[in-house]
Each structure stands twice: as structure tokens, then as C-alpha cells.
């Protein structure tokens, strides 16, 4: 069985990504994009934001991610549009004094090495330029999630397979933390705050959801030392499908994430 990345799940990524379109609306209030702003989305996937922000500014717009399935995605939709779009892991961008925006929704979590970026981020900005990110926070970023994947790790067919997995996410439990780590490259953090964000779903949905995201990382063969098999991939499915369909209340399910919303300056 193949790995499950986001290339895998690209082409659906825009219809299931509601949560972190909703986030991302609040990040772009607090941004506050202006009509002149040169502005890099970072790991911008299907580039949906990307088209959003390309409407609110008349300057350079410039899209960067590594998942060739999501940049294709992003670029087939962006026709006649003047966006461009870069592959590459936000670790080795190289802009100097670029943009006068960076914003990184739902994306930090997976960066590998998170201080790399943001000293990416502060030498890509000019000066009094401004980054905005909004990602899941805190160890349980979602107690849905968590506690779905907890049964996966206790089901005899499951549990072998997954005590080889090895989480990818970069997540801190304080916004003081998320704000010390901004300061310590060199920004002036202006705002930093965990919200608690709880939308309602019915289980199929908090199943895509899951799938919109989450599982690019608990179905995906980087992350565990031990060959992945079909039957595991389907079974792991079937526990977390069987988990939101047990958190449900009349058929709807209080879906909670842990958000991290951040804007700094480069004085
Ligand atoms: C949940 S999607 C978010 C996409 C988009 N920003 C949005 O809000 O819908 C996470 C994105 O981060 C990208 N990503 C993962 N690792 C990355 C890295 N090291 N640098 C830049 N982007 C990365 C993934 O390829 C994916 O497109």
C-alpha cells in the first residue's frame, strides 16, 4: 500500500477542509491584509486561501508548499490568476526582505523544524512586515481525534502496527510558548492565543474532516518503522469511523480542536 500524504488526498482536500477554512477566516481578520501587500502563503495547499488573498491585495501573491498533489491542484484552479506558486518545504524558502505578509494556516504543525522556518519567515519579510499563523495547539489538538486513534492503539488487530508510529506534528501547550519561540528569532509577537474551537458535525463528516487532514499523518508510511499494510489502512479507518459514530449525541458529534493564533512583527 502506497503512503497516504497530501498528495493523496489534494483533490478532495477543498470540499472536506472546514475547519480550517473557518480558522482561517479569524487569521485573516486579524491580519488585516492590505490592498498594496506583497504576501506569501505558506504551505498553502490546494491554494484556496491562496485565491482568497489574491482578491484582497493588488501585490505579489506567492503560494509555497511541498505536495506536488496539492501545488497541481493549486495551479489547475489559479488559472488566469496571478499567483505564483513554488514547490517547496517552507524549511528552504530563501526570499530576503520579500513580502509584506506571511500567512500560514493550518500548516505550522507539520514543519519538521519550526525555528528554521520562522528565521526563514523574519529574513522573507520586509521591514514592519507581519506573519499570521493558525494551527492545531497542545498535545491534544483535538480530544475527538485523539480518543479515536486511542482505540486504534488498543484493538488487538491495530495495536501491533501502531506502536510503530511516530507522531510528525510540532505542537506546544501554551501560547506563552508559541510566543517565546516567535521571540527568539527576532519578532515582536503582537497577539498569541489557544481558542478552543467546537463546531458540530454529523460522524460521516467529522470523518472527512479526519481525513482532510489528520490522516496524512496517522496513514502515512514516513511515519512508522514498520511496513504499513491494505488491512491495517482499512481496519484504522473503520475504528476512527466506528469512534465518531459512538461520540455522537442525536447524530451530531461536538467537534473541539485547540487553536493557536499568532501575529508577530519584524520591527
Ligand atoms: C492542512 S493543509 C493546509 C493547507 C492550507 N494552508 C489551508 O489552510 O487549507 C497543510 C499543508 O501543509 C503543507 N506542508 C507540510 N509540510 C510542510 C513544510 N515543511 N513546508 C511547507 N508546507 C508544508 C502540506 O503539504 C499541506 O498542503
New binding site residues.
Partial sequence: MSKM???KI?TE??EY?TV??S??EILLKLLKIRTNDDVL??????????RKIRSLSNGNVVG????E??MREAIEKSKGLEIVYEI??????DYVESFDVI?????F?????PEK?IKNCYRALKRNGRIGI?APAKKIYCPNFIEAVEMVKRDERTKEIFSHFKEPWFFLETAEEYKSLFEKCGFKVVFSKIETITTEHTPEDVLKIFS??AI?GYLNQDYYNIKLTANYISVFKEIVRKAFEYQAKKGMVKLKFNRIFLIAVKE
Avoid at 88 to 93: G, Q, R
Avoid at 109 to 113: A, I, N, S, T, V
Fill in positions: 500524504d497530501f498528495s489534494a482536500y477543498e477542509a480550517q477554512k480558522a482561517s502563503d505558506l504551505g498553502c495547499g490546494t491554494g484556496h486561501l491562496t509555497v508548499d511541498p505536495s498533489g496539492m517547496k518545504s517552507a524549511e528552504d524558502i500567512f500560514c494556516n493550518s500548516a504543525q507539520w514543519f519538521k523544524d522556518v493558525q482532510s487532514g496524512a
